[in-house]
T-cell receptor
Framework: NAGVTQTPKFQVLKTGQSMTLQCAQD?????MSWYRQDPGMGLRLIHY???????DQGEVPNGYNVSRSTTEDFPLRLLSAAPSQTSVYFC?????????????FGPGTRLTVT | GQQVMQIPQYQHVQEGEDFTTYCNSS?????IQWYKQRPGGHPVFLIQ?????EVKKQKRLTFQFGEAKKNSSLHITATQTTDVGTYFC???????????????FGTGTRLQVTL
């Protein structure tokens, strides 16, 4: 199993550009989520999904969209990039449709918005 | 805002010294998880505590969940250089379980160990 994979590893965007961060897992996990990590802030939940076709907002959803058309994939879309979205983005998954289980994290995408 | 706080933010110890990080929530938690993130890496799950007053050990690591399920601690005995990293607690707030389940991470404690 590859586990949780994320692409790209690094990305530089100009303000106003849009892009999609990819996340995939091959463990048949129901629960998937996106976090952003900023210095001194820990990890903050952006969006999460308890199963295919179901998504919900986390703590910091503004400026981001998600969809979950398959169990395996959970892409994160930045609609119009802003410097405040410069961060490291982690995707995570867990076995059941709940956050009350061990989370498996991907390697992260380091995003810089200029 | 952030509902789960950790102290200290940073700790520098000599190898062999003990280390403790504390996690405090403003609301009752359903469960608490602990993760370790090495520099440049991603968070890796260490353990989950569910019961009030629960204590679990993993070799030199001891994890506790408070009686009121609002705080937790991680204690490392006789630190080694391999313990370097940032330790995060993460909890599910009691009233957000099932399909409303969200994991709230603490601010993290960065541990530096020198010889």
């Amino acid at each position: 199993n590859a586990g949780v994979t994320q692409t790209p590893k690094f990305q530089v965007l100009k303000t106003g550009q849009s892009m999609t961060l990819q996340c995939a897992q091959d463990m048949n996990h129901e629960y998937m989520s996106w976090y952003r990590q900023d210095p001194g802030m820990g990890l903050r939940l952006i969006h999460y999904s308890v199963g295919a076709g179901i998504t919900d907002q986390g703590e910091v959803p503004n400026g981001y969209n998600v969809s979950r058309s398959t169990t395996e994939d959970f892409p994160l879309r930045l609609l119009s990039a802003a410097p405040s979205q410069t961060s490291v983005y982690f995707c995570a998954s867990s076995e059941r449709g709940s956050a009350t289980y061990e989370q498996y994290f991907g390697p992260g995408t380091r995003l810089t918005v200029t | 805002g952030q509902q789960v706080m950790q102290i200290p933010q940073y700790q520098h110890v000599q190898e062999g010294e003990d280390f403790t990080t504390y996690c405090n929530s403003s609301t009752t938690l359903s469960n608490i998880q602990w993760y370790k993130q090495r520099p440049g890496g991603h968070p890796v799950f260490l353990i989950q505590l569910v019961k009030s007053g629960e204590v679990k050990k993993q070799k030199r690591l001891t994890f506790q969940f408070g009686e009121a399920k609002k705080n937790s601690s991680l204690h490392i005995t006789a630190t080694q250089t391999t313990d370097v990293g940032t330790y995060f607690c993460a909890g599910t707030l009691l009233f957000y379980t099932g399909t409303a389940s969200k994991l709230t991470f603490g601010t993290g404690t960065r541990l530096q160990v020198t010889l």
